[in-house]
């Protein structure tokens, strides 16, 4: 069925720069809103970034609006994660999630909302 593999997370420091990658297959991409959550240990998954179909918009939770940056590339069943001013809160699991919707929505922060997952890389901010 449908896979998600994320890649490029890694351990960086404060204020360092990442850029997170996930590739789809088996599934058809630009039906879907592509979305990146993430969990750190001990705590909820959490909503990051959601992009549409088309990449033509883009919803960031506040946490990371202004830092990270969303985007995708249907020619190559990726989208990305630029993630920029890191910080140690922004250590976690990264996922990111397709959601068949094709738009976000008030709901798109709704970790059970994105039908297919990826596995996770992990981000490890120091200080």
């Known amino acids: 069925q449908a896979q998600l593999v994320e890649s490029g997370g890694g351990l960086v420091q404060a204020g360092d720069s990442l850029r997170l990658s996930c590739a789809a297959s088996?599934?058809?991409?630009?039906?879907?809103?592509m979305g990146w959550f993430r969990q750190a240990p001990g705590q909820e998954r959490e909503f990051v970034a959601v992009?549409?179909?088309?990449?033509?918009?883009?919803y960031y939770a506040d946490s990371v609006k202004g830092r990270f940056t969303i985007s995708r590339d249907n020619a190559k069943n990726t989208v990305y994660l630029q993630m920029n001013s890191l910080k140690p809160e922004d250590t976690a699991v990264y996922y990111c999630?397709?959601?068949?919707?094709?738009?976000?929505?008030?709901?798109?922060?709704?970790?059970?909302?994105?039908?297919?997952w990826g596995q996770g890389t992990q981000v490890t901010v120091s200080s």
């Open positions: 088996r599934l058809t991409f630009s039906n879907y809103a």
């Open positions: 992009i549409t179909w088309n990449g033509g918009s883009a």
């Open positions: 999630a397709a959601d068949k919707r094709r738009y976000y929505s008030t709901t798109s922060y709704r970790a059970n909302e994105y039908e297919y």
